[in-house]
């Protein structure tokens, strides 16, 4: 097992490598980028635009500098390679370059990236004034909360439900309760959320949760349980809201499991001998079952954490990773991209060497040496 995790460990490397390339050069593709953004604030708020670029550094214009940069280009072939450029001064555009680092060839500015990426520099928000590792910081709680909560709730449910429709398979309790999964998985999210949010967290109906945020404005006011109990009661439509269709897919991967299991010779033995229904699911069904949940564990997981309450997010005003990525997405905020990607990616590699692990813990017959990589 140890020379296997040793070469899952390797090839981390390549693997990462592999996704922030092409990822990098879809971006170089990608209609639009920070400089095309820097120049359509300009033309169009010219005045705003002194004050978003202050800060950034040696190579960004101050208000005079600005001023005088805003003059007509002499024609140089620099504006032609941005929409709107037009009218501006070429040096100017140039400075732009410049300060987003587009003034350096492409493979040279991926070279940097990831030179720095590994010592997890990864430098500042092009358009806030603050470094992405302060910015990741800042939303990280948001999503470990919704992505722990989410992924615990959906296992403390699923689990027992689907062994429960694998003992009644075929009886009025696993027709109707898949009915309910069914109906429940085909709901989107984000219209539940709204739904929600009208019914139990608005004036027309019932005001009996919070409509925002995840603590309330007298937080520190609060004494140690008050904390917990407001951190607890700001959690319930959001998670109400991303469970209510992802019982499902655990729900039946579950109760498929058991059910394969439960048609095997050695539990007709186990009953043979006189065993309990209990201790023949708990005993010797539970173990060999449970491999096929385990291994869904890291897409689940990662699903909950970083990708699965983008919408969840924005409409219960949290202000998590998922929102920060996509509005960084929006403004072409490559840094936190970047970033942001290669933390998913980093985290989702590790999390599936995790769950090979957990595998030989579980079933320890199982011997990951003597398979391919």
Do not use: C
């Not at 928000?125 to 709680?141: A, G, H, M, N, T």
């Not at 909360?145 to 615990?152: E, V, Y």
């Amino acid at each position: 097992m140890a020379v296997y995790l040793l070469k899952r460990i390797l090839l981390v490397i390549p693997t990462l490598l592999g996704i922030m390339l092409f990822s990098f050069i879809i971006i170089q593709f990608a209609p639009g980028g920070p400089v095309e953004r820097m120049i359509a604030e300009l033309t169009g708020q010219s005045s705003s635009i002194v004050s978003r670029m202050g800060g950034g550094g040696g190579d960004t214009l101050g208000g005079g500098a600005m001023s005088n940069q805003l003059g007509v280009g002499g024609g140089d072939s620099i504006t032609s390679k941005y929409r709107g450029a037009q009218g501006l001064d070429p040096a100017f555009i140039k400075s732009l370059e410049k300060q987003f680092g587009f003034d350096k060839p492409a493979y040279e500015r991926f070279y940097l990236m990831m030179k720095n990426f590994l010592t997890f520099d990864f430098g500042k928000s092009y358009f806030r004034d603050v470094s992405v590792l302060q910015l990741i910081k800042e939303k990280l709680p948001v999503s470990i909360s919704l992505g722990i909560w989410m992924t615990l709730l959906t296992y403390l449910i699923s689990i027992p439900l689907g062994i429960r429709k694998a003992v009644k398979d075929g009886e009025p309790f696993d027709t109707w309760s898949s009915a309910v999964l069914v109906i429940g998985y085909a709901i989107p999210g984000f219209l539940f959320a709204v739904l929600l949010l009208i019914l139990f967290a608005g004036s027309q109906f019932f005001h009996w949760f919070p409509s925002r945020g995840l603590f309330s404005d007298n937080w520190d006011q609060l004494s140690f349980f008050g904390k917990v109990t407001d951190y607890l009661w700001h959690l319930v439509l959001p998670m109400i809201a991303m469970a209510v269709g992802s019982f499902t897919a655990m729900t039946f991967l579950t109760k498929n499991s058991f059910l394969d299991e439960i048609r095997k010779q050695y539990v007709v033995a186990a009953r043979a001998k006189g065993l309990t229904e209990s201790q023949v699911l708990y005993g010797h069904v539970f173990r060999n079952a449970m491999l096929l949940v385990i291994s869904g564990f890291p897409a689940a997981f990662i699903s909950a954490f970083f990708s699965g309450a983008l919408l969840i997010e924005t409409i219960f005003s949290l202000d998590g990773l998922g929102l920060l990525s996509f509005e960084s997405i929006e403004k072409r905020d490559y840094p936190v991209v970047f970033a942001s990607l290669y933390i998913f990616s980093l985290v989702g590699l590790f999390v599936g060497i995790l769950s090979d692990f957990v595998y030989t813990l579980v079933d320890p017959r199982i011997d990951f040496e003597t398979r391919e990589v």
